[in-house]
């Protein structure tokens, strides 16, 4: 644990995110956007060609995916390391390989029953005619996907939108210019341009990307940008998926294991170092806990990260704006008169490194950085309560986090922090693993995003479910028609 210092301000690097970053196999100069709209007439046209492509044909694609992947697992881990400074192996294979595997073949399982029409009720008055919900490819879908987990929120919802048959166009982020590199190079290896592209470019590409007329739009990252890509996606009335991110809270109740509770939100925080979108951003507990729980935290971050300035399985920030950023919010809780401890390493070692050290934040001000924006690094703010009551209040006064995460062995307490918060998603004594179950949708509430996917609610999302009413020849409907006769009309309950 080491006492702080400020450092000095870092320049920007060269290609930074300038705002709607969303970072073709080809990067797009001045015919940027004659050049999009040729991408993506070609993908419309292919839909047109073939608008409801054939079970064997989405399996088939859905394999070239996962060969795409597993098959360049090493060139991915290298590029993503590249693109960060360092990222630990075990976590690109964990979140960016393993993740991408796993859901595959759950949709390949599945997928026969997904696109199976389904039967509706019908109310007797239309008897004999019957219902089906048929489950329609929408066309084109555009994905705009973040640099945090760079092939894998990129390849996840293509592998929803593959699989309920449309064409997809991806932008990954300019913050990862060799993952974006590799990752177009590749789909243009595995798949046609007509079936699969990726769009590589700066800013003025992601919105000129976000404004083609797509058939659905998903987009993965900050809540303001999020507000961009709606804007510009409304002009052409196109659906949109948000998956933004927000403040994910962990409530911990009375009577809680510390010492467990810790190792499992260590985990979540500090996986790739706070750059998770369902990340715990804060701690609340019990005033009374406070010190055996951050003790708890100094035991785990040792335990977990000895010397982690060189510790491969410590990731680093991914770029010298986005660790000035957080050097910036440490300090000012310090200035502040909060207690800032920083567990297991020296500072400027850590920092010249590009990785910053697990960071602990105690009772921070409200109104303080560390309080009002979305962390996503290594600092967790601990603050303490009065009880569960003041602990839910706390939540309750700010939007509606991604995630929330409740310790607790109570089921009272369990029920209420269920019933008396919303969140995007929750887990119950422990941290993260709901976003790796396929059969569990995954997506934000308010200001942490709109929509889901994930499993067959990432079938839905990227269908049409279309209704379709078959009316036989003989029915009772005529008995409706003119002229009306109101006794008759009455007797089928009609008016």
């Known amino acids: 644990m080491m006492t702080r210092h400020t450092q ?6 060269n290609n ?9 196999g080809m990067d797009i100069d001045s015919t940027a956007t004659g050049e999009l709209d040729r991408r993506f007439a070609a993908q419309r046209q292919a839909y ?49 390989i393993t993740t991408l595997k796993q859901a ?4 390949r399982r599945h997928l026969k029953r997904w696109m199976r029409a389904k039967r509706a009720a019908i109310n007797w008055r239309f008897s004999p005619a019957s219902g089906q919900v048929h489950r329609q490819p929408l066309g084109v879908v555009g ?73 659905h739009l998903l987009f993965t990252g900050s809540t303001e940008v999020g507000r961009q890509v709606a804007q510009a996606a409304a002009a052409n009335l196109t659906p949109v998926t948000l998956e933004l991110g927000g403040k994910s809270p962990v409530i911990i109740d009375t009577g809680v294991d510390l010492a467990d509770a810790a190792r499992r939100i260590a985990f979540g925080k500090w996986l790739n170092a706070g750059q998770t979108c369902i990340a715990p951003d804060y701690v609340l507990l019990p005033e009374r806990d ?12 040792a335990q977990f990260y000895p010397n982690p300035a060189a510790n491969n399985d410590v990731s680093a920030i991914i770029s010298r704006r986005h660790r000035q950023r957080l050097i910036e919010i440490r300090d000012e809780a310090e200035n502040h008169g909060c207690r800032v401890l920083e567990l297991g390493a020296d500072a400027e070692q850590l920092e010249a490194s590009g990785k910053l050290p697990p960071t602990l934040v105690l009772n921070p001000h409200r109104e303080l950085r560390v309080m009002r924006e979305e962390v996503f690094g290594p600092l967790l703010p601990v603050i303490g309560v009065k009880d569960l009551d003041a602990a839910i209040a706390f939540v309750n006064a700010r939007p ?16 209420r922090l269920l019933t008396q918060t919303t969140s995007g998603g929750m887990v119950i ?21 709109s929509g889901a996917y994930h499993g067959e609610q990432g079938f839905l999302t990227f269908s049409h479910q279309r209704s379709v009413f078959h009316q036989s020849r003989r029915n009772g409907t005529t008995l409706a028609y003119p002229p009306y006769r109101r006794w008759l009309l009455k007797l089928l309950r009609v008016i």
């Not at 930074?16 to 073709?24: F, K, R, T, W």
């Not at 492509?53 to 859905?62: D, M, T």
């Not at 060139?75 to 960016?96: L, N, P, Y």
């Open 290 to 301: 406070m010190k055996a729980f951050v003790e708890a935290l100094e035991i785990t971050a």
């Open 8 to 13: 000095s301000t870092e320049n920007r690097d």
């Open 400 to 415: 509606h986090p991604l995630a929330l995460y409740a310790f607790s062995d109570d089921p009272a307490s369990r029920e």
């Open 16 to 24: 930074e995110d300038s705002g709607m970053g969303m970072g073709m």
């Open 143 to 215: 994905i705009i996907s973040p640099w945090n987990y760079p092939w894998n929120l990129a390849m996840l919802p293509a592998l929803d939108a593959l699989a309920a048959g449309n064409r997809v166009m991806i932008k990954p982020s300019e913050l990862t210019p060799a993952t974006s590199r590799l990752m177009a190079e590749l789909a243009a290896r595995y798949f046609t341009p007509e079936e699969l592209c990726v769009i590589t470019g700066d800013a003025e590409i992601g919105r000129a990307f976000a404004s083609l007329p797509f058939d």
């Open 104 to 107: 595959v073949r759950h949709t």
């Open 429 to 449: 004594n422990d941290t993260l693993w709901h976003v790796a179950q396929e059969a569990m949708p995954f997506g934000g509430v308010g200001a942490s995003g």
């Open 48 to 96: 047109r060609d073939d608008p409801y492509p054939s079970l064997a044909s989405r399996l088939e694609r859905l394999a070239r995916l996962e060969r795409m992947t597993l098959h360049h697992a090493d060139d991915i881990e290298r590029a993503i390391d590249q693109d960060f400074g360092h990222r630990s192996k075990v976590e690109t294979r964990m979140a960016e």
